[in-house]
């Protein structure tokens, strides 16, 4: 070989020396113990026991407050106001009167409607007159026909004895023993009882006759009698028809209250309820006892209950914030608030004291659900997966996930009813970033 191109090579590979010297050192290429590389990639998470907690679910919605019974107060008939008796702030009683009306028209009906019913009374009477007097010509002419009937039986008496001894004595005179004068005497006097028998026959046809008209006028009195009580009846129907719209020119408390409002004044013309012109007179608010309205909203709605066993709800004022008012759900609707989607239900509250306003707005906390000592995870524990629910349990360093069943969901809590016990290891935040199998390094609480 040349020695020139040998002395070019040798120099080369000194040049690449000093080079290579001068370069710093990468530390990437060099060869990790696999204990370091194993930590580096570890996923750190906050792990411990499924604690044991006491969860309280709370509904806090507005309400308002409102009278236990409230009525406005307006006319049934029209008139003129002679008086009015209250005004606003006045407590009643039931059945106290609150205004008078004027209007004599509905007096004077109830005079007439009197004297109708006098009317119809003596019409009664004489219709039961009338009924007595036929019932006595029936008997009269029961009389009649039973006398006509008796001489019935006497013309037949005698008719068999002439008939008997005209038969007798005209064979005497057939054998001369008595002469032609006796025989026809007697046939006289046999003819004249079959005369007499045929006369008492239209007697009692007659008698029979004026039986049967005087039957017929007891029946036309019974009529008359029974048309004039109806008529009697009619008018005392009427007649308290009358007293009752007079009574209405009085207007009484319907029931033991306040008066809340007054539109009416002493000489005003009132229209009758129902009329293009009615607007309530008075209004009498009872406020001894409130109803408290509040709106649940649907996803709480099944938790609520009502009657003896109800929700405790307290309820805060805004002009008191440190009064609390305590109280239970007394009732509630059946469905729900089809515009709010909401299920409305009441309280009832004592306010003999009359410090709930009607009309007033409070802030209600309904006491729905109260779990004492139950398994309970934060709601980053949990991951859901389609319809499946799950934890995160570390197990030997590695993620195993766990199908649990929850229950209420308080605030970040949430109640755990099945898949867990409070001896396990479970991911307490991030679970859903997690995998099955996944190794994790738990962080240790400083």
């Known amino acids: 070989m040349n020695i020139n191109v040998v002395t070019y090579h040798l120099h080369l590979l000194v040049f690449a020396a000093i080079l290579a010297g001068c370069k710093p050192v990468d530390r990437s290429m060099e060869p990790v113990s ?35 019974q409230q009525t406005p107060i307006l006319s049934k ?15 009643v009683r039931q059945g106290e009167p609150l205004i008078v009306l004027n209007a004599p028209e509905y007096k004077d009906s109830v005079v007439t409607k009197q004297g109708l019913i006098g009317q119809a009374t003596a019409q009664v009477k004489q219709a039961e007159a009338a009924l007595v007097a036929a019932q006595a010509a ?52 046999y003819q004249a009882a079959i005369a007499s028998k045929k006369e008492l026959q ?12 005087a039957e017929s006028t007891v029946g036309q009195s019974q009529a008359d009698l029974e048309a004039s009580k109806a008529k009697l009846a009619v008018a005392v129907s009427e007649h308290a028809q009358a007293a009752t719209m007079a009574g209405y020119l009085v207007i009484v408390a319907p029931f033991d209250g306040i008066v809340t409002s007054r539109s009416v004044d002493r000489g005003h013309y009132v229209q009758p309820a129902g009329s293009n012109d009615d607007q309530p007179l008075l209004t009498i608010s009872d406020t001894s006892r409130v109803r408290i309205h509040v709106d649940i909203p649907e996803a709480e709605a099944s938790f609520v209950d009502f009657g003896s066993s109800g929700d405790p709800v307290e309820f805060s004022i805004p002009s008191e914030p440190a009064r609390r008012i305590l109280g239970k759900v007394t009732r509630l609707s059946s469905s729900l608030d089809p515009q709010s989607r909401c299920l409305p239900i009441q309280v009832e509250l004592d306010n003999s004291e009359h410090k709930l306003l009607p009309g007033a707005f409070v802030q209600a906390k309904v006491s729905l659900v109260e779990k004492k000592d139950v398994l309970a995870l934060p709601i980053g524990a949990v991951g859901k997966k389609g319809d499946t629910t799950y934890c995160c349990l570390v197990i030997d360093g ?49």
């Not at 008939?77 to 407590?91: M, N, T």
């Open 77 to 91: 008939i029209s008139g003129y106001v002679e008086s009015v008796a209250v005004d606003i702030g006045d407590s």
């Open 202 to 213: 239209a007697v009692v046809v007659s008698a029979q006759a004026k039986h049967l008209e």
């Open 34 to 68: 696999s204990e370091k590389t194993t930590a580096s990639q570890l996923e750190r998470v906050t792990a411990g026991s499924v604690p044991r907690k006491t969860l309280q679910l709370y509904s806090v919605q507005p309400a308002r407050v409102e009278a236990y």
């Open 138 to 189: 029936v008997g009269s002419a029961l009389a009649q026909v039973q006398q006509a009937l008796a001489g019935i039986d006497r013309a037949d008496a005698e008719l068999t004895r002439w008939k008997s001894e005209s038969s007798r004595i005209s064979e005497l005179a057939d054998k001369g023993t008595v002469t032609k004068k006796q025989a026809d005497e007697t046939l006289s006097q």
């Open 398 to 446: 590695k993620i195993l996930t766990r199908s649990i069943q929850l229950g209420i969901r308080v605030g970040d809590d949430v109640e755990v009813l099945s898949g867990l016990d409070a001896s396990e290891t479970v991911v307490l935040a991030r679970a859903g970033g997690l995998k099955d199998g996944q190794s994790v390094e738990i962080l240790k609480k400083k």
